[in-house]
């Protein structure tokens, strides 16, 4: 008998995990954040990181969380996804979030930030040689998503939006 049961594994705000097929990985509240999923689709295996803020030069000193900027969230990401059976030369990527969630009158680019990490995981991702297969980012909404391995489908719940899979 063929059994169908699965567990979502959820994902904080400035972390990431890993999980393998039938297993799902979800995270929520995502505004100026993005939820940047890389996969192997041959292994069934992927990874998720809730990334704050482009880059790790903005931390303050003392206990440093890697998960929190794109420049050191992605390697940790493709180190623990390569741990979990994944092929680094087969992961692919898909992403979503990077609102601007205020409104400014002058909006300075420290400001920017949605549209700053989605630039900045843009940069790793080439740098690293991924390729972002689809997003769904900007716009002022908040969104919760969830990835499945086995189908490498990415479904997004987006505040007054309603719910799309890319």
Known sequence: MKNDSFEIIKVGIADLNVVKAPNRIRTS???????????????DVAGLAHIMLPD???ANKG??????????????????????????RSLQAKM???????QFQSVSDM????????????????LFHITLISSDVGGNS???I????KTCELTIRTVN??????
């Open 29 to 43: 509240g995502l505004g100026s954040c993005v939820g940047l999923v890389l996969f192997d689709k041959i292994n």
């Open 56 to 58: 790790s030069s903005l």
């Open 63 to 88: 206990i440093f969380n890697h998960a929190k900027y794109a420049d050191t969230a992605i390697p940790q990401l493709i180190n623990r996804l390569v741990a979990a059976g994944a092929k680094s």
């Open 96 to 102: 979503a979030g990077g609102a601007q969630m205020f």
């Open 111 to 126: 400001m920017r930030i949605g549209p700053r990490n989605v630039e900045a995981i843009i940069d790793v991702l080439n």
């Open 142 to 144: 908040g969104r919760t």
């Open 146 to 149: 969830e990835f499945d391995p």
């Open 161 to 166: 939006q309603g719910t799309k899979v890319i």
